[in-house]
C-alpha cells in the first residue's frame, strides 16, 4: 500500500493557511508562551560527570536534587499547560461536536486527563525504542501517530483503545510513518537548534546581553512551538486520510 505524502503535507498546509490566525492565537498562548518560559524561568539541569567516580556522581547527584526542588514544579506546570495545548488543537480539528474556540477548550479540558495517560503510554515504547539505534522508536512513534488524533475524534476510546485503533489504521505503512515518527519527534529541536547553537557561541562573550540571550530564546521557543503545531496539523491530516481510506 502506498501513501500520498505530499497530500498529506499539502492538506496540512491548507489546515495553516485557512486557521492560521485561530492556531497563531491558541498555539502561541498554549504552546509558544510554557516554552519560552521554560527557556527563560528553567535553567539547564546539571550536566552529567565526565568520569562516573563516586565523588564526581554523588556533586552531580546533589546537583541534580538542588536543581529539581528548585525548578521541578515549575517544570511539571508548563509541560502540563503545553499538553493541555496539543488537546486543545486536536478538538477544535477533530472532535465529534465540531465546537467553536470556547467549548473547544472547555472539551479539551474534561479529555485531558485520558490525553495525559495517552502521552505517558506512548512515551514508553518510543523512548525504549530510541534508546534502541533510534529507527525502532520512530517506527513505534510511527505506528502510534494517530493514537492521539484517535482519542479525540473517536470519543469515548480510552489511551489503550486508542493506540489500538492507530495500529489498525497504519498497518501496511509501517516505514513511512517512521519518517513521519522522526520528523514529530526532532522537528521542534531542529527548528530551534540554531537560535541554541548561537546563543551557546555567545555565551560570556561581549555581545551575549539580556536583550540577545531573550531574542535567541524567543526565537527557540517560536522554533519549537512551529515543530509542534506542524506534527500536530501533519497527524490530523495523516488521520483523516487514512480513516477515509480505510473506511475503518
Known amino acids: 500500500m502506498t501513501l500520498d505524502v505530499n497530500g498529506v503535507f499539502s492538506d496540512a498546509w491548507r489546515l495553516w ?24 524561568f528553567v535553567a539547564l539541569p546539571p550536566k552529567t560527570p565526565a568520569t562516573l567516580d563516586q565523588a564526581a556522581l554523588k556533586a552531580w547527584l546533589d546537583a541534580m536534587e538542588s536543581w529539581s526542588n528548585q525548578y521541578s514544579l515549575l517544570v511539571v ?5 503545553s ?18 474556540v470556547a467549548r473547544g477548550l472547555v472539551r479539551a479540558l474534561r479529555l485531558f486527563p485520558r490525553f495525559l495517560l495517552l502521552s505517558i503510554l506512548v512515551a514508553i515504547p518510543v523512548y525504549f525504542g530510541l534508546m ?5 522508536g520512530f517506527y513505534a512513534q510511527g505506528r502510534l501517530l494517530l493514537a492521539a488524533p484517535a482519542v479525540v475524534a473517536e470519543q469515548p476510546y480510552g489511551a489503550i483503545g486508542s493506540m489500538s485503533r492507530s ?27 540554531p537560535f541554541e547553537a548561537i546563543g551557546g557561541t555567545l555565551d560570556g562573550a561581549p ?24 506534527a500536530i496539523l501533519v497527524q ?12 475503518i
Not at 495500529?167 to 537548534?193: D, E, H, K, Q, V
Open 132 to 136: 534502541l539505534f533510534y529507527l525502532p
Open 83 to 100: 499538553l493541555f495545548g496539543v488537546v486543545a488543537v486536536f478538538t477544535l480539528y477533530l472532535d465529534p461536536e465540531r465546537p467553536d
Open 236 to 247: 490530523v491530516a495523516l488521520y483523516r486520510r487514512l480513516t477515509s481510506s480505510r473506511g
Open 207 to 230: 555581545m551575549a546581553n539580556p536583550v540577545v540571550a531573550a531574542l535567541l530564546d524567543i526565537g527557540s521557543a517560536a522554533g519549537a512551538t512551529v515543530g509542534v503545531l506542524g
Open 77 to 81: 506546570v508548563l509541560a502540563l499547560v
Open 17 to 40: 493557511k485557512r486557521d492560521r490566525d485561530l492556531l497563531i492565537g491558541v498555539a502561541g498562548f498554549f504552546l509558544f508562551v510554557p516554552e519560552l518560559a521554560m527557556k527563560l
Open 167 to 193: 495500529l489498525t489504521l497504519t498497518r501496511g505503512y509501517g516505514l513511512i510513518l517512521a519518517g513521519f515518527g522522526c520528523m514529530s519527534l526532532l522537528a521542534g529541536n531542529l527548528l530551534s537548534w
